[in-house]
Each structure stands twice: as structure tokens, then as C-alpha cells.
Nanobody
Framework: QVQLVESGGGLVQAGASLRLSCAASGRTSSAYGMAWFRQAPGKERELVAAISGGLSTWYADAVKGRFTISRDNAVSTTYLQMNSLKPEDTAVYYC?????????????????WGQGTQVTVSS
């Protein structure tokens, strides 16, 4: 079993930056695909960014140029650097892992999930 724990969320002003961390433990592998999803009230969960075991990346159009996903396999941690935050980025952010190793759009492609961390961006 794999356990994922997110940290780094908080309340910030528009234009600020945050870095989210996802620490993995248990039966982890550098070959797993890793992703960040977010869910705002009344909306479906959406993929924000993903990184494959081979380090290919994917970003949602809404965050391209502002967010960067990366991973440090030595410490089993995946990061989401968020710059130029906007109020519409406000959501609960979730970390997910896929045994299949790629970058996938849909939640059902991911096998393990963290508990989520709240990001709130004020005007």
C-alpha cells in the first residue's frame, strides 16, 4: 500500500506563490505516475498537472506558465510550485499516484490519493 500526504496549502493574496508537497511512503516506486488534482465547491475534480515516471509533464491550460510539477525520487516527494496565484485557483488540492506510470487525465487512472490540502487565494 502507498500513503500520500500533502502539505503547503494556505491562505494567500492574489499574485502570491505557494509550493505544495506530496510525501509518499509505503510501497512507492519512482516508476509511478504522479499528479495534482483540485476540486472547488460545486465543481468536478480536475487534473492540474501530472508527471510520469519518465519525467514527462502535462498541465491544464488554466495553469500553464504559472504552475510547475516536479519530483524528487530520492525523498519520494512530488511538488507543485504555484506562482501568480489567482482567486480562481482556490480549491482543495489532492495528490495522486498511478501504478501505470504515465500522465492520465481521469481520476480513475490513479490508484492512491492523499487527503487534500486547502488553497485559498483572496482578492
Amino acid at each position: 500500500q502507498v500513503q500520500l500526504v500533502e502539505s503547503g496549502g494556505g491562505l494567500v493574496q492574489a499574485g502570491a506563490s505557494l509550493r505544495l508537497s506530496c510525501a509518499a511512503s509505503g510501497r512507492t516506486s519512482s516508476a509511478y505516475g504522479m499528479a495534482w488534482f483540485r476540486q472547488a465547491p460545486g465543481k468536478e475534480r480536475e487534473l492540474v498537472a501530472a508527471i510520469s515516471g519518465g519525467l514527462s509533464t502535462w498541465y491544464a491550460d488554466a495553469v500553464k506558465g504559472r504552475f510547475t510539477i516536479s519530483r524528487d525520487n530520492a525523498v519520494s516527494t512530488t511538488y507543485l510550485q504555484m506562482n501568480s496565484l489567482k482567486p480562481e485557483d482556490t480549491a482543495v488540492y489532492y495528490c495522486a499516484a498511478s501504478r501505470s506510470g504515465g500522465t492520465y487525465l481521469f481520476s480513475r487512472s490513479y490508484d492512491h490519493w492523499g487527503q487534500g490540502t486547502q488553497v485559498t487565494v483572496s482578492s
